[in-house]
Structure formats: C-alpha cells, structure tokens
C-alpha cells in the first residue's frame, strides 16, 4: 500500500486519562466541520469565548491549510455578508469498519464524513480471515481513490477492547478473545479500535454539533440495541471510555435483569440483551416448541413487518421488548446519573411497537420517578459504519491540534 500516508501515531503517554481539558481548538474543528462554511462570530457563539479569541485559534490553523475562509455569500440579503470558515482535506481520506456479528461493512470518507466508497463481505469466525478482508479492501479502496491519501481507520468493534484502542479483548457473540486487530491490519497509518456502543455515541454527538446543540444537551447515554446491546456515555460532548487496561465501560448489556434467567453466549445467565435486543425479540417470537423449526430464518425486520400487519404475538412480542428495554434504561440512568437517553441500532425498525412500553416502564423506575429523563431516536447510520468514520474523524482532527499546538 504504497500510497498510504503517514500520520501522527496515537498518543500512548497516558491513553486511559479521563481528566479531559477544555479542548477549545478541537471543539472549534468540530463545529466548523459541523456547520461548514461558518462564520467566525457564529463559531464564537458556540464556542462561548469573545470572537477576538477565536481569530487566534484560527490564524494558525489557516496559516497551515487546515481551514479555509470562503467568499463571502451573496445571497444572505444586504449589508455585509460574513465569511465562512470550512475545512479542507480534499488530499485525504478515511476509512471506518464496522466488524458486525454476521457482516463487515467497509466504507471510505472525507473528512467531512461524506461516503465516497464502500464494501461489504461476510464476517468469518476465524478473525484472521476477517482481518485479512478487511485489510484486502482498504488496500481495493485506496486503489480506486488515487488522488487522496489514507490518513486513519477507525474500527467499530463488537465487544470490549483495551484502553489504548489497538485490541478487541472479548466479543462474545463471535466468540473472539485478544485479537490485536491494528498489529494484524499491520497499516502503516493509525487504526482505533473502538467499541460499537462508543463509536455510536462519537456519531450522535456530532450529529448534535450539526443540529446547533448547547451544551446543556452533550451529556446524554447511547443504547445501541441490535444483536446484542451496547452502551455508551457522552459527557460535555466527550465520548467516555474506562480507566482500567479493558475498557468495560458501557457493558450494561451484559448485567442481570433477571436472575437465573435464559442463558447468554457470556456465560452469565439472565442478561439485559438476553430480552431486549433484537436477536432476543426473535428469539421470543420463534418460540421452543414447533416454531424452533424457524429459527434462523426470520429476522427481526419479519417480526416487525407482521406486527404492523396487525399479527397479535408479533405486536406482543415488541412490546415485551419494549418493557425490559425500560427497565434496563431505568438502571442505566440510575446507575449513570445521566437522563437523556438516545437509543440506536436495528431496534429502532420496531420503535412504533416498541416506544410505549419502553416508556412506561421507564417511569416505573427510580429514575423515572426522580429525573427529567427523555428518549429519543438516532441516527441507524452512526450503529454501522458511520460510528466507526466518526472514531478515524475524531483522531484526525486531534492529530490536528496537536501539531498545531507544537508549531505554536
């Protein structure tokens, strides 16, 4: 892969480090990616700083091609129109992996999160296998976009990893255990492996960036439910991850909310994805006695599609997913302290049967009785690929700063 750029290797001095400064210059790139091309006094305004101190944080970063002020736009009406910052990369691309339970979705980015390709292929049991497609259609990626250079790959991954985003130390449901996903791509550009649940989270708070979020609203929690589930935390803005050499953070899919309940491929027994997911609602839905023989071939989009065409045990069904969806919520904020919720992944195909219940036992928790909390519906893209674009974005405009800052 010899058109492959070189970047900034991640910082490892303290990788695990949750005392997270005010990062102004990396927030300023974001919302500018965000809201392109911006100008600076609105930039300022999200910001929170005077739009003096915002002129200095983008002299250098203009000084050095990062950003780019545009014309100024005519039909904003009279007077004297602003100028936009935007950023520039038109050099560069990334690529972000979703490693899924039975598919890999491979998909190459602009800076800006605009897909310029993609691929797919099965996912193997044998990582080996997996990882050497994986690498197989980087390498077929950067051959088809000549003019641009890889700058990072971002991995959405299906389990826990380490604190320095370079394993996946356990993925249950593929039975995988201390894969060194980045030495095995063996890439010669960064490679963050991140948990799905976290990757997910990334997304959703750039999505929030996009849609002028204050910052009252950048602490919120993600429920990515699909053939498991997944947790992750945003707070102001900030994606948090553990402290310990595996990051557990999030895995609230794997605590018990029934005991001595249906088994789980952890090994534990009566676990939250074990009766809130999507695989449990087919599961539930196929049954133990002569509807076993259908296992394998409904999925949950059938379940849905026979709720909505008004099949009670397909409706009844969702709604008890629904219900240990609440109260699994419910633990979550009271365990987290954080009462805004977003929910994402392939659960969301059955909101409109799955919503009232989720809600009501939700408010029969302590949470739901003591907090504002609310739930709302994500973005299905940021629980797949565009996750794992988010956690290569991220990285490269961090590289960004710091080389900023050491030129300073």
Not at 129 to 150: D, F, W
Not at 321 to 344: K, Y
Request: net charge positive; charged share 20%; aromatic share 4%.
């Amino acid at each position: 892969m010899s058109k492959l750029k070189e970047v900034d290797p991640v910082d490892k001095d303290n990788p695990c480090d949750q005392v997270v400064p005010v990062q102004t210059t990396h927030e300023l790139l974001r919302i500018v990616r965000a809201a392109q091309p911006i100008p600076r006094v609105a930039v300022a305004r999200r910001l929170g700083v005077h739009r003096r101190r915002v002129t200095v944080l983008v002299k250098p970063l203009i000084d050095s091609g990062i950003l780019r002020e545009g014309a100024p736009d005519r039909s904003l009406g009279v007077g004297r129109p602003p100028i936009g910052l935007s950023l520039r990369g038109e050099e560069d691309f990334l690529v972000g992996v979703n490693i899924g339970i039975s598919q890999i979705h491979v998909g190459a980015a602009t800076i800006d999160g605009k897909i310029l390709r993609e691929d797919r292929f099965p996912t193997s049991m044998d990582p080996a296998v997996t990882i050497s497609g994986i690498r197989n259609s980087i390498q077929k990626l950067s051959t088809e976009l000549p003019e641009r250079s890889l700058a990072v790959v971002g991995i959405g991954v299906v389990g826990q990893t380490d604190c320095k985003r370079e394993k996946l130390l356990y993925a249950p449901h593929l039975g995988w255990r201390d894969v060194p996903v980045a030495q095995m791509l063996n890439l010669n550009v960064p490679v963050l492996v991140e948990n799905n649940a976290t990757a997910t989270a990334i997304y959703e708070s750039q999505r929030r960036r996009q849609q002028g979020a204050t910052k009252t609203a950048r602490d919120f929690v993600v429920v990515r439910a699909g053939t498991g589930i997944g947790v992750g935390l945003v707070i102001g803005g900030e994606a948090f991850r553990g402290t310990s050499g595996a990051d557990i953070a999030g895995e609230f899919g794997h605590m018990t909310i029934v005991a001595g309940g249906k088994a789980c491929c952890c090994g534990n027994f009566g676990c939250w994805e074990k009766y809130a997911s999507a695989a449990s609602a087919v599961e539930l839905y196929v049954g133990d006695s002569q509807r076993a023989k259908m296992r394998g071939t409904v999925r949950f989009t059938d379940v849905v599609a026979k709720a909505a065409a008004g099949e009670r045990r397909a409706q009844v069904t969702l709604e008890r997913v629904g219900t240990h969806l609440g109260i699994g919520i419910g633990n979550v904020i009271c365990g987290l302290g954080v009462a805004r919720v977003v929910l994402s992944g392939e659960l969301l195909h059955g909101w409109n049967f799955i919503e009232q219940p989720t809600r009501a036992a939700i408010g029969m928790s302590m949470a739901g009785r003591l907090s504002h909390w609310s739930i709302e519906q994500g973005d299905l893209r940021g629980a797949d690929v565009g996750g794992a674009l988010e956690v290569a974005i991220e990285h490269y405009l961090a590289t960004i700063v710091r080389k900023t800052t050491r030129a300073a």
